[in-house]
């Protein structure tokens, strides 16, 4: 099943592609109304796809007494619909895969049937498999959807994949774009000199490393393959990060396309998005309030109840609270408060 002329396309040109949260009441049942509301607000803010069942959207989803995984499928499957019809292109749907072989197939299978385009491929349940054996496991899944490679840093759940690794995926046939999170430039760089080595122009590159978005976004990075300098560009994100101030995340996207060379003005605000997105993750707990710091952003915007999690103990960190104030007061115009403010009503009450 190949992706859609288009939807290839418009991956290959670069999207801003938001991790969906899980919208909770305060007894951590499904907020239907607010999950829609947060579907609306990405697509009215210029997203170009939506990632569903993703780290951010809680892995926790997929176990049998909350059984939110399919549920959640088919309600952001049908407001993308919606979406579509608004806006008159379609988004890109991106569903989360994870688990061993057999898990991972019935998860593409479920994506295909609900009109996902492309699946998002974890491999932090093959912790001890062989190269070998993870291309394998990743050839096994691509067969029933278009795959996006996923390197997941370790400090969340990923685990080092070397660049043989890499190499060999990038010459799997239905797979279309990689996102590269493993929070290290040296690893980042083995990704994409794979993908250019093999010869994949078709394969799209997205950025997950929130320490870095707006470097990797205006990065060259140029190879000597067979003879010839060759050029790849990470053209777009699928992060968490995005799901928060997401309509001043499309615009900095544009801006990085427009770039020629490094711009200052850019350059300073690629520091400004990292020191925001150290408060929202967490990144001096080791990121263990990354998933409730977005929550605490959406919340603070109206579009949340709370910042409940699942899990009952996944909470802010320890002074995480204050440096979100902190960011807020100091980067005022990463925000989108007032684009948010605009429209909240609409998107709760549609």
């Not at 697509?43 to 176990?63: C, E, K, P, S």
């Not at 993308?80 to 019809?85: I, P, Y």
């Not at 292109?89 to 994506?111: D, H, S």
């Not at 974890?122 to 990743?138: F, I, M, P, Q, W």
Request: hydrophobic share 45%; net charge negative; glycine share 8%.
């Amino acid at each position: 099943m190949p992706l859609p002329t288009a939807i290839a396309a418009a991956l290959r040109r670069g999207l801003v592609i938001p991790a969906m949260p899980l919208a909770l009441t305060a007894d951590r049942t499904l907020d239907e109304r607010r999950q829609r509301a947060l579907i609306r607000y990405y697509a009215d803010a210029g997203a170009g796809g939506l990632a569903v069942g993703v780290h951010t959207t809680q892995f926790a989803i997929r176990d049998p007494h909350v059984g939110l995984f399919e549920p959640l499928l088919q309600l952001a499957a049908e407001e993308l619909r919606r979406a579509d019809e608004r806006h008159g292109e379609a988004l890109v749907r991106v569903g989360g895969i994870c688990g061993r072989t057999p898990q991972a197939v019935k998860e593409a299978e479920l994506l295909r049937d609900a009109g996902y385009h492309c699946g998002l491929l974890s491999l932090g349940a093959l912790r001890d498999a062989t190269d070998a054996e993870l291309v394998a496991h990743c050839r096994t899944a691509s067969e029933v959807i278009p795959v996006v490679g996923f390197y997941l840093q370790p400090a969340v759940g990923g685990r080092v994949l070397p660049y043989r690794f890499w190499r060999e995926f990038a010459e799997l046939p239905n797979v279309c774009a990689v996102k590269i999170a493993p929070f290290n430039r040296y690893q980042t760089i083995d990704v994409v000199r794979a993908v250019a080595e093999a010869g994949r122009d078709d394969l799209a590159l997205y950025t997950g490393n929130d320490d870095t978005i707006v470097l990797d976004l205006l990065t060259p990075y140029r190879f000597a393959v067979n003879g010839r300098d060759v050029e790849r560009r990470i053209v777009g994100g699928l992060l968490g990060h995005w799901s928060v101030w997401t309509k001043r995340a499309v615009e900095l996207l544009a801006e990085c396309h427009a770039a020629d060379g490094a711009d200052a003005n850019l350059l300073a605000r690629a520091v400004e998005v990292t020191d925001a997105n150290a408060a929202f993750f967490d990144a001096a707990n080791g990121f263990a309030g990354c998933i409730a710091g977005l929550h605490e952003v959406l919340r603070r915007q109206g579009l949340l109840a709370g910042i409940w999690c699942l899990d009952p103990n996944e909470t802010l960190g320890p002074g995480q609270f204050a440096e979100i104030d902190r960011v807020c007061a100091a980067y005022p115009h990463l925000a989108d408060d007032d684009f948010v403010a605009a429209n909240r009503d609409r998107w709760l009450s549609g």
